[in-house]
T-cell receptor
Framework: EAQVTQNPRYLITVTGKKLTVTCSQN?????MSWYRQDPGLGLRQIYY???????DKGDVPEGYKVSRKEKRNFPLILESPSPNQTSLYFC????????????FGQGTRLTVV | GQQLNQSPQSMFIQEGEDVSMNCTSS?????WLWYKQDPGEGPVLLIA?????ELTSNGRLTAQFGITRKDSFLNISASIPSDVGIYFC?????????????FGKGTLLTVNP
């Protein structure tokens, strides 16, 4: 089954404790991206990657890092999480950027206390 | 980053009614996308539009890419209870290597049986 898998689905952590949210797709897609979803603000792009070792900032990259060492994986790293990063996070992938965000993961609900 | 104005914010309709929602932007977009998000799930792509003036249907859904390239609308005909959810528009500026996607804040649709 074609899918984008995020882990964990839920995470509660403390301020400053480094964490990684994993994202994996099994469709051999080139393009992957991360979004955060907040009430009243909709979905905002954090980072995106057009291919292995090619990443770029989205609209709200501050406080986040990403890496793309393999085509299937695109982890989101929070080196020092803060409470304002409490949000619902989505990973997405598509065959190429021009084809739109065809597949989204189930989401990761992160709470930073 | 860019902002998309999506309206209405919410709609309460009776089963069988038609629905219309739209998005406008101050910038020109080369791609318009429409997504639906069910509670606890990631957004699912409904329709993708790539040319100004393009009108595309997907079952009871019809979407159009505005001639000015600054707007798009989504119509749902003969609504049913499973149409309930949040509908998002998204736009992509430019071509080439610019793959940043901007989302509207969503339209919450409630369908009364």
């Amino acid at each position: 089954e074609a899918q984008v898998t995020q882990n964990p689905r839920y995470l509660i952590t403390v301020t400053g404790k480094k964490l990684t949210v994993t994202c994996s797709q099994n469709m051999n897609h080139e393009y992957m991206s991360w979004y955060r979803q907040d009430p009243g603000l909709g979905l905002r792009q954090i980072y995106y990657s057009m291919n292995v070792e090619v990443t770029d900032k989205g609209d709200v990259p501050e406080g986040y890092k990403v890496s793309r060492k393999e085509k299937r994986n695109f982890p989101l790293i929070l080196e020092s999480p803060s409470p304002n990063q409490t949000s619902l996070y989505f990973c997405a992938s598509s065959l190429s950027g021009g084809a739109g965000e065809a597949f989204f993961g189930q989401g990761t609900r992160l709470t930073v206390v | 980053g860019q902002q998309l104005n999506q309206s209405p914010q919410s709609m309460f309709i009776q089963e069988g009614e038609d629905v219309s929602m739209n998005c406008t932007s101050s910038s020109i977009f080369n791609t318009w996308l429409w997504y639906k998000q069910d509670p606890g799930e990631g957004p699912v792509l409904l329709i993708a539009l790539y040319k100004a003036g393009e009108l595309t249907s997907n079952g009871r859904l019809t979407a159009q890419f505005g001639i000015t390239r600054k707007d798009s609308f989504l119509n749902i005909s003969a609504s049913i209870p499973s149409d309930v959810g949040i509908y998002f528009c998204a736009g992509r500026e430019g071509g080439g290597s610019n793959y940043k996607l901007t989302f509207g804040k969503g339209t919450l649709l409630t369908v009364n049986p």
